[in-house]
């Protein structure tokens, strides 16, 4: 079973750093990894259409329309981190922020969702999170900036290889 500290605790390993046993207590190694795993999460989820992140959706639209324009509007979901594709869509659209313009009455689409349970990540994915968080830590955890780059390219590595998959 994957966790959070697991992930963290890989990219601590790959540091050469000691591990820790929740992401709040009070140590040199924790505090960066409370303060940066969110926005590496994300980050890394949108580098990369990982397969166990896609959610198919078909969006209401909102009652709410465009100024001018579009008849309609389509709020993209709270968990849309990254949208891939509109499916069966032949009219013209645009995305402005979290909207969809439309002329169409159905939106489907294909996005990358924030799923926060790492149990529903794939090994490829937590490893580059591991990563990346490596990389975003190496710096404030080991002073080195060879390791920055060390970990930096580990990363870049891991992305390419998640591509194959």
Same mark, same amino acid.
């Given at each position: 079973?994957?966790?959070?500290?697991?992930?963290?605790?890989?990219?601590?390993?790959?540091?050469?750093?000691?591990? =820790? %046993?929740?992401?709040?207590?009070?140590? /040199?190694?924790?505090?960066?990894?409370?303060?940066?795993?969110? #926005?590496?999460? *994300?980050?890394?989820?949108?580098?990369?259409?990982?397969?166990?992140?896609?959610?198919?959706?078909?969006?209401?639209?909102?009652?709410?329309?465009?100024?001018?324009?579009?008849?309609?509007?389509?709020?993209?979901?709270?968990?849309?981190?990254?949208?891939?594709?509109?499916?069966?869509?032949?009219?013209?659209?645009?995305?402005?922020?979290?909207? =969809? %313009?439309?002329?169409?009455?159905?939106? /489907?689409?294909?996005?990358?969702?924030?799923?926060?349970?790492? #149990?529903?990540? *794939?090994?490829?994915?937590?490893?580059?999170?591991?990563?990346?968080?490596?990389?975003?830590?190496?710096?404030?955890?080991?002073?080195?900036?060879?390791?920055?780059?060390?970990?930096?390219?580990?990363?870049?590595?891991?992305?390419?290889?998640?591509?194959?998959?």
């Amino acid at each position: 079973m994957a966790s959070v500290v697991e992930i963290c605790n890989g990219a601590l390993n790959q540091l050469g750093a000691s591990t =820790i %046993l929740t992401l709040t207590e009070d140590s /040199k190694n924790a505090r960066p990894c409370n303060a940066r795993y969110l #926005n590496v999460r *994300d980050a890394v989820f949108r580098h990369h259409p990982w397969n166990c992140l896609l959610k198919r959706v078909q969006l209401p639209a909102d009652t709410e329309t465009p100024a001018w324009g579009f008849t309609k509007q389509f709020t993209l979901p709270s968990d849309c981190l990254r949208l891939i594709k509109i499916l069966d869509y032949e009219s013209d659209h645009v995305v402005e922020g979290r909207k =969809i %313009l439309s002329n169409s009455s159905t939106m /489907k689409i294909l996005y990358i969702s924030r799923v926060t349970d790492p #149990n529903e990540y *794939d090994s490829g994915l937590i490893e580059a999170l591991s990563m990346r968080l490596a990389a975003e830590m190496a710096y404030a955890i080991t002073g080195s900036t060879s390791m920055v780059q060390i970990t930096t390219s580990a990363y870049d590595q891991s992305l390419k290889e998640a591509r194959f998959v």
